[in-house]
């Protein structure tokens, strides 16, 4: 299973659909016709068309991102992501951002779910330090991080190859499902791709260093930063605190060993790529116990035969109660852990036994 679940096409879509689609490509409002006839096409053939059409109202004045940054020390903010789902409620904005004031220019890790949030991103970082971008980094290959790309050229984006390389496959993927799942927040939006491969090592902004570190484990390629004047680390989606952890490209085991040599790193301030910065560990605790307890719990479902709907109904320990979408992200876990579990552990009914 992807980063979002199916959804169905109920009968009598495809007039709607079509009706949508000419909607779509003959408004003159360059904000209307930047949702392609590609886009609506991949959208409607796989979204209940009666569902999506109110979704973009093409009449409707443009949505718009508030964007409050909270000041963590001298010249570093966070704008921090709702710690909740990704909805059209909340247009995407779940993720927290962060931007450093350098003698080189304003430096943004990661870049928000639509080119929407990513353009009020880019003037509220010109606000904030007075400069231009001067660079954006991307933590790794996730919708809600990456989909602002558009507002920032591309040879000012860098990430991982492995991020890169993970966009390639999968962005336009997570570009369809982004449409389907946060509605209008999303129109004019595009995968734009970084236009700089990065690597462990250090970049020099004036007055301050930043060191890029690449890890794995909440994807195949996490990028976490560290800025050596502040002492403040970035820990991306390795680290989450107060909310549950996604696990759709998780690979659990590489996950625990990324989160132990985070923890390794002397630091000031720490800051999950979902909740609150704070100094100390906690998140890196927190995420490890989480990790910890839902591969045990579903790794002994399995054991004891139990189907993917039984297993998502066991209890969680009484400490998740606290965490948000404890309940919603462990359901989700099982579905992303369960048929690997099935795949090592069944036999092969097509394989002849000697």
Known sequence: MGFFSPLFQPP??????????ELVTTKNDPGHAALTRRKALAL???????????????????LQYTLKPQRLTDGIWMIPGAQEAISQGNGGAIANVIIFDTSAGAVIVDTGPSRRYGEALAKLARDLTG?????VYLTHFHPDHVFGNQAFGADQIAAPKGVIDGLKVMGEGFADAMYRTAGDWMRGTELVLPGKAIETGVEDFGNRRIRSLTMRGHTSSDLVLFDELSGVLIGGDLAF???APTTPNADIERWRISLANLGGIPHRLLVPGHGPAEDGTRAIQQTRDWLVAINEIISKAFERGLSMNEAMAEPLPKWTEKIALARYEYERSVTHLFPKLEADGLPRVDVETP
Do not use: Y
């Open 12 to 21: 009598g879509a495809k007039a709607k659909r079509n009706r949508f689609i």
């Open 44 to 62: 409607m053939s796989t979204t209940a068309a009666a569902a999506f059409v109110p979704a973009f109202d093409l009449d409707a004045a443009p």
């Open 131 to 135: 400069k231009n971008i001067a660079r």
């Open 241 to 243: 605190l107060d909310r």
